[in-house]
């Protein structure tokens, strides 16, 4: 399983031209789920996500967690990251992705899991047509994988 995040200011999730989610400052979390992904992937995924100390401190140092800054976190389903890209000039999806019924079960549960750490949460709609807007800020980037 695969979370790419981004510290922002703001970010949101646009489908059929209404907005599904929305934060301020928080974390957008591109979610990637793998073929051998399952529970114990996403539980411990999360708890990296939702401890992930991306946040500056008082010295400017990045030690605060999104729970320290009382930020948010949109999740955002993401198929394209589990893609294979080693050869080609093309993404192959069939060899490292999900099952979409079994990866929308884990994305769900990654969501409940981040909520159930008493984070605010907003996501997208699992398999659709997103439009996804954010303000980097930093930037700040990174991909966490379990």
Sequence with gaps: MIALIQRVSEARVV???AV???ISNGLLVLLGVERDDDVAKADKL???VAGYRVFSDADGKMNLNVQQVNGSIL???QFTLAADTRKG???SF?????DPAVAEALYEHFIAQIAGKEIPVAS???AADMQVSLVNDGP???WLQV
């Design 124 to 126: 997208g709609r699992f």
């Design 75 to 77: 999740v955002v389903s």
């Design 20 to 22: 599904t989610g929305e």
């Design 15 to 17: 489908v059929d031209g």
């Design 89 to 91: 000039m093309r993404a």
């Design 140 to 142: 700040v980037t990174f």
């Design 46 to 48: 999360a708890h990296r």
């Design 94 to 98: 069939a060899e490292r992705n999900a």
